[in-house]
């Protein structure tokens, strides 16, 4: 039904335009909707309460994340392959993610952090949404093998660089075209992996394809999704995408199109980058941690 | 022995075969994989799942009523009258599992030929190995050897499987399709298998190898479709003045009969036919059933090479052995036929496999090679989950990788044994001659005869 992730991402994860001089560790004082959130976030009222809604729906595959869940076993083969070739380990074996701790920024309910998981890393999902870490957190809890090895925060990216945290990978998937100040949230995601790590991104391109599929298409005319969930106007190009991680100071690694055939909802991997792509980079090992 | 079962590592304590396990500590845990059923095609599962160095890693439990038998047929003994037809690629399923040198001749009997041809027509179709560039067309083996071969298998792998035995199922607790976070429901909390001794398994997957009357498929309420063919099939043990290398195929008016090659100069008759007449032939003394058997294979009319097709590409009409009854075989036995499909073969955190999903005609000896390629298909799909982190009781990945393609492949051979089952059902005259005319034109055809034999041999 869906026409591609590029309708299904519905992660509240966004930085603040203000600078994190003073990180807030909760959300107490703040008004109801922002309430919802960890401080610092700049999406407004009506935005987190349709995320939120749609937030208790994200492991129903027939529901608006459906294009999520089939695109999930693609983007976790392409973060395993990123995150083992920076390692030096042997992709496709059991757990090769073993005992690397992995940064899941905008995890919403969870679908990729299990993934992960399941292959041996050692999660941390992050999201501004209250409602879908306790999803997730809740999800996880089925199963102790998941639960033992994912850890869900209400927070942000930045919140989490201001304490100083570190991972050997730092994923962000379907977030980016959500966020407001797309440089600082890049460096980050920078920031906050290792020497020698890897990042993996994806998101939709900023193309008259993905203006179609995203947002007349999904919006307008399936209504699969509420009407503003996406901004065209914030969509990143692979290029723009590249030059604010390597301005950071990661280097890319690869890329990817990702492509889902509208009659099976199935995903493959692809040249065509003009709607939804994913892409790996690599935080140089020699690069000195930031103080 | 007894007194040491709490030093004994997991595996050696679970695999003490025969008797219930009591100790507590050791169920405690989650398997991945349940299977409920040691039959040919649960044990077939287990012993496969060892295979992938993907799917090695994954905690396997078999549990059966009875324990897992470990002695084949002595040789030399007359072979155990139900046995089944092994394609190529069940035989490659159980080399890479590790369980195929225990089946192989002189435990099984290769045969290189397969005959089909009519008791009233002149049509008639064979296939020889050669034709497809093969040595073999397919093996015999009892399914007590088969059985024996699996279960010694996975008595070496208890690294990665335990058996648990005597275990009767008695409840199935699975999640719900979907979640609705309002009622605080779930569709991946682990499925609880509950045991009549009390004890509770839960897994990350249930595996339902429990046949046609699978108490998994009623407790976790998948609906099935059957009918039943009205007719029964009888099961001999004899023996032939020849050498038998040819699976034969006759369609008498009354039903079809088999005479394949076993072991050891034995063959084994499968007879269907109406419920009267078996109760007749089941009635009768070995010798007087062989008599029956040679009159059904050699009577009628046999059939000539058509000469309006090409010479080279038909195969001339060979004429079956004659039968003997076999001494210190058991005496003929019958049992019922009947086709049964599940609706689904999946759930959330459960899977059926083998005749627990589906049931066919015996005509083609397909039945339990349906339920290897099912265990070939669910092998692949839990080593995909295993490669990209999914949870390998998803419904989404049960569906879109074992379900869908499996029941695709088992609904058209279930479709077309049926189809040919009441093409040769009990009639004369003009649709007898059409029919013996279709084998004409198969045995001519040697692009069609090739692909009915590679369907056949499960290779298409």
């Known amino acids: 039904m869906s026409m591609g992730a590029a309708l299904s991402s519905s992660r509240g994860v966004h930085t603040s335009r203000r600078t994190h001089d003073v990180p807030q560790p909760s959300a107490a004082g703040t008004s109801a909707a ?19 809604a749609m937030a208790s729906e994200w492991w129903d595959p027939d529901g608006p994340n459906g294009a999520l869940h089939t695109m999930n076993p693609l983007r976790t083969q392409f973060a395993r392959d990123a995150i083992c070739l920076a390692h030096g380990r042997e992709a496709r074996t059991v757990q090769p993610l073993r005992d690397l701790s992995v940064l899941d920024v905008g995890c919403g309910g969870g679908l990729f952090s299990e993934a992960l998981a399941r292959l041996g890393a050692d999660v941390t999902g992050v999201d501004t949404s209250a409602t879908a870490i306790s999803v997730a957190a809740t999800h996880a809890q089925a199963d102790p093998a998941v639960a033992s090895r994912t850890h869900y925060q209400n927070a942000t990216a930045e919140q989490l660089q201001q304490q100083g945290a570190h991972f050997d990978a730092v994923v962000a998937s379907e977030v980016i075209e959500h966020v407001s100040n797309v440089p600082e949230f890049c460096a980050s995601l920078v920031a906050l992996t290792r020497p020698g790590g890897s990042i993996v991104v994806s998101t939709i391109n900023r193309t008259n394809r993905s203006y179609a599929v995203a947002i007349v298409g999904a919006e307008q005319i399936m209504g699969l999704l509420p009407k503003g969930t996406h901004q065209w106007e914030r969509f990143i190009t692979p290029e723009e995408l590249q030059e604010h991680i390597e301005r950071a100071g990661a280097e890319r690694i690869g890329d990817s199109g990702m492509v889902m055939n509208p009659f099976t909802g199935h995903w493959t991997f692809s040249a065509d980058k003009a709607v939804n792509y994913i892409m790996s980079f690599r935080k140089p090992a020699e690069q000195q941690r930031n103080p | ?128 190995a050669a034709t497809a560039g093969l040595p073999v067309m397919g093996y015999v083996a009892e399914n007590r050897v088969i059985q024996a071969a699996l279960g010694k298998r996975l008595k070496q792998r208890t690294d990665f499987v335990d058996f648990m035995s005597p275990a009767v199922l008695q409840s199935l607790t699975l999640p719900a399709y979907a979640p609705d976070i309002q009622a605080g429901v779930q569709s991946n909390t682990l499925a609880e298998v509950g045991l009549e001794s009390g004890q509770t398994i ?9 046949g046609a009357r699978s108490r998994t498929r009623q407790l976790a309420d998948l609906r099935t479709f059957s009918w039943s063919y009205h007719q029964r099939g009888i099961v001999a043990t004899v023996r032939t003045e020849r050498p038998n290398d040819t699976a034969w195929q006759r369609f008498l008016g009354t039903g079809p009969l088999a005479l394949l090659p076993v072991r050891d100069g034995y063959s084994n008759v499968v007879w269907s036919t109406s419920v009267a007449e078996a109760a007749r032939l089941e009635a009768l003394t070995p010798q007087e059933f062989a008599l029956n058997v040679n009159q059904a294979l050699q009577g009628g009319s046999m059939p000539a090479r058509n000469p309006m097709l090409p010479r080279a590409s038909s195969e001339d009409f060979a004429p079956p052995p004659t039968v003997f009854a076999a001494e210190g075989a058991k005496t003929q036995q019958s049992f019922p036929l009947a086709l049964l499909g599940s609706g689904r073969y999946v759930r959330p955190r459960l899977a059926l496999i083998g005749d627990a999903a589906h049931v066919v005609h015996p005509l083609a000896g397909q ?41 695709q492949e088992n609904a058209s051979m279930m479709t077309a044994l049926d189809g040919l089952k009441r093409v040769f059902e009990p009639q004369d005259g003009l649709l007898a001659s059409l029919r013996g005319l279709g084998l004409d034109m198969i045995n001519g055809s040697s692009v069609m005869k090739r ?10």
Not at chain 2, 19 to 28: G, I, P, Q, T
């Open chain 2, 1 to 128: 022995m007894k007194g040491m079962l709490p030093h004994l590592s997991r595996g050696q304590l679970l695999c003490s075969y025969g008797r219930s396990l009591s100790s507590a500590a050791a169920l405690d845990s989650i398997y991945d994989v349940a299977i409920i059923g040691g039959g040919m095609v649960g044990s077939a599962l287990a012993c496969a799942l060892g295979r992938s160095p993907l799917t090695e890693g994954l905690r396997v439990l078999v549990l059966d009523r009875a324990p897992l038998p470990e002695v084949s047929t002595p040789l030399g003994e007359a072979p155990e009258l139900r046995v089944s037809t092994l394609t190529p690629a069940s035989v490659r399923l159980f080399s890479e599992a590790g369980a195929w040198d225990d089946m192989a001749p002189p435990r099984s009997a290769p045969f290189q030929h397969m005959q089909v041809w009519d008791f009233g027509g002149n049509g008639f179709v064979r296939y020889s």
């Open chain 1, 34 to 52: 922002a309430a919802q959130g960890p401080a610092g976030q700049s999406m407004d009222a009506q935005e987190v309460a349709k995320f939120e």
């Open chain 2, 202 to 210: 839960k897994a990350r997957l249930v595996v339902g190898a429990d």
């Open chain 2, 451 to 460: 692909q009915i034999m590679k369907y056949a041999m499960g290779i298409a």
């Open chain 2, 367 to 407: 039945g339990v090679n349906l339920g290897f390629a099912d265990v070939q298909q669910l092998v692949d799909a839990l080593a995909h989950a295993v490669e990209t982190g999914r949870d390998i009781g998803e419904l989404g990945l049960l569906q879109d990788m074992y379900e869908s393609p499996r029941q």
